[in-house]
């Protein structure tokens, strides 16, 4: 069996005219080095010339008075042909002018005087070797980085197109004629300007995809987008949340704390349920929004950023202006563009292809084999009113793909509350309730037709034919209107 290769020591030449002192430096340095000596600087010359062929050595410690030349010269000429080289100079004087002209024309990285003391000199060596490898890496690293630039900057934009994709407003899921549209036009049109959003809206209807959108259909897409629930913290907290603090600032501040505000310098920071803060807050926030700029807490310095700033919540703001429960020059602030996200129940067109969207993620997530859901099913969601907006609906799929046991989900699944809630008053044969409607006469008219088809779809537990009879309809027409509402879910 062949031995393995031994690893070499790193290599150092020794230039002194002292043979004397040549020895010592030797003996002091033969375990860690491997060590090349020369008595001037031809010899030393002619050493780097056969030794280098092999990048070899990595140190050249040599002494300052020599004859016919001095050490500073020589490494002058080193440096030149081997810039990578280490170079050090060893003398027992202190003339100032040579130290100048060592570290200025030579590039010396260490002036050594004598006396020497081994285990200075040693150390001094050991960490020449270091930097030198660090050389070597940062080079190999620059030309990897030069090398895969290209390739980095195409995964980086991939990235983000897929980001855009995800967040931006193809990602806001929405039917032709839903109100969800008029909101997407208007996100649009303020998207590219640095503008003041206010986001109102009930609680779960997807404020933060709104804001989310935004910020990728701006210019600040590639930089950062923060998120922070103003409602969930006391004033003191949320203030070094935003803020940051230096350390000291307060008992328990062990570190300095980069603020939120600073983490999305650059980008946009979104603050949910702002309306939830206190005026004292409020007065704080106004000032850093005014100046652009803002002190950590226990910080003498102010620190500017460049931020959008959106805020949404679910209050009548302008009601808690008219009240003094809010500021009203925040206010101002903050709504330069108000945007009002409608409820689930304003948009029914839109609950089909929410659903099957959070189907397909909800399987994937729990890693089970789902189809979709059948009729009855769906039409028992869309019957539905949804107090909790999407996110109500979220939980409500969620739930449904825990308990299935088969591919194709069907109303035994439901909860009991959509299924006690959901359009009664038609089975009932009473007029089918009109709250909720909003739009005009033809849009209001759609979504009441939207409840009484699925009702019916739900009774007869999706058989097309049964319910097209009991509506008046024929089997084609009846399965026109179910693809048009996205109704469409089982077979006769």
């Given at each position: 069996?062949?031995?393995?290769?031994?690893?070499?020591?790193?290599?150092?030449?020794?230039?002194?005219?002292?043979?004397?002192?040549?020895?010592?430096?030797?003996?002091t340095l033969e375990e860690d080095f491997e060590v090349f000596c020369a008595s001037g600087a031809d010899e030393g010359m002619a050493i780097l010339e056969r030794e280098q062929a092999a990048a070899a050595i990595r140190i050249v410690l040599c002494d300052q008075r020599m004859p016919g030349t001095t050490g500073v010269q020589f490494l002058r000429d080193v440096r030149h042909r081997w810039p990578d080289v280490v170079r050090?100079?060893?003398?027992?004087?202190?003339?100032?002018?040579?130290?100048?002209?060592?570290?200025?024309?030579?590039?010396?990285?260490?002036?050594?005087?004598?006396?020497?003391?081994?285990?200075?000199?040693?150390?001094?060596?050991?960490r020449a070797a270091e930097v030198w490898r660090l050389q070597q890496e940062n080079q190999r690293l620059s030309l990897d980085l030069r090398t895969a630039e290209p390739v980095l900057?195409?995964?980086?934009?991939?990235?983000?197109?897929?980001?855009?994709?995800?967040?931006?407003?193809?990602?806001?899921?929405?039917?032709?004629?839903?109100?969800?549209?008029?909101?997407?036009?208007?996100?649009?049109?303020?998207?590219?300007?640095?503008?003041?959003?206010?986001i109102t809206g009930e609680?779960?209807?997807?404020?933060?995809?709104?804001?989310?959108a935004i910020h990728y259909e701006s210019r600040r897409a590639d930089r950062p987008f923060i998120t922070e629930n103003c409602g969930a913290l006391p004033d003191s907290l949320l203030e070094s949340e935003l803020f940051g603090y230096k350390r000291g600032a307060f008992t328990g501040a062990v570190e300095d704390r980069v603020g939120l505000f600073q983490q999305a310098d650059g980008g946009t920071l979104f603050l949910d349920e702002i309306g939830e803060t206190s005026p004292a807050f409020q007065v704080k926030l106004l000032r850093a929004l005014q100046e652009g700029e803002f002190r950590p807490l226990g910080s003498t310095r102010p620190v500017t950023v460049d931020?959008?700033?959106?805020?949404?919540?679910?209050?009548?703001?302008?009601?808690?202006?008219?009240?003094?429960?809010?500021?009203?020059?925040?206010?101002?602030?903050?709504?330069?563009?108000?945007?009002?996200?409608?409820?689930?129940?304003?948009?029914?067109?839109?609950?089909?292809?929410?659903?099957?969207?959070?189907?397909?993620?909800?399987?994937?997530?729990?890693?089970?084999?789902?189809?979709?859901?059948?009729?009855?099913?769906?039409?028992?969601?869309?019957?539905?009113?949804?107090?909790?907006n999407v996110r109500e609906l979220q939980n409500e799929i969620l739930r449904m793909v825990a308990l299935a046991d088969v591919p194709l989900l069907g109303a035994d699944l439901l909860s009991p509350r959509i299924v006690d809630n959901g359009g009664s008053e038609v089975l009932a044969g009473a007029l089918p309730s009109t709250e909720g409607l909003s739009g005009n006469l033809r849009e209001r008219m759609e979504q009441l037709e939207l409840r009484v088809?699925?009702?019916?779809?739900?009774?007869?537990?999706?058989?097309?034919?049964?319910?097209?009879?009991?509506?008046?309809?024929?089997?084609?027409?009846?399965?026109?209107?179910?693809?048009?509402?996205?109704?469409?879910?089982?077979?006769?």
């Open positions: 069996m062949s031995q393995p290769a031994l690893r070499r020591l790193p290599a150092v030449l020794v230039v002194d005219d002292e043979l004397r002192s040549q020895e010592a430096l030797r003996r050090i100079i060893l003398s027992g004087y202190t003339d100032a002018e040579d130290i100048i002209s060592g570290v200025n024309e030579a590039g010396i990285w260490q002036y050594l005087l004598k006396p020497w003391q081994p285990e200075q000199l040693l150390l001094t060596l050991q900057k195409k995964r980086v934009e991939s990235k983000q197109d897929k980001a855009k994709s995800r967040f931006g407003l193809d990602g806001l899921i929405r039917a032709p004629g839903s109100p969800l549209e008029a909101v997407c036009a208007l996100v649009r049109r303020v998207a590219p300007y640095d503008l003041a959003v206010m609680s779960g209807t997807g404020k933060e995809m709104i804001a989310r931020v959008r700033v959106i805020a949404a919540t679910n209050r009548d703001l302008e009601e808690d202006v008219r009240t003094g429960r809010f500021r009203e020059d925040l206010y101002y602030r903050l709504a330069t563009i108000p945007l009002h996200v409608p409820p689930l129940r304003e948009r029914p067109m839109d609950l089909p292809l929410l659903a099957r969207r959070l189907l397909e993620t909800t399987a994937r997530a729990l890693d089970k084999p789902v189809d979709g859901l059948d009729g009855e099913a769906l039409a028992g969601l869309a019957a539905y009113r949804w107090p909790g088809i699925a009702e019916a779809m739900r009774r007869h537990r999706g058989n097309k034919s049964r319910a097209a009879r009991e509506l008046g309809l024929s089997r084609v027409g009846l399965r026109a209107k179910l693809n048009r509402y996205g109704l469409e879910g089982a077979e006769a």
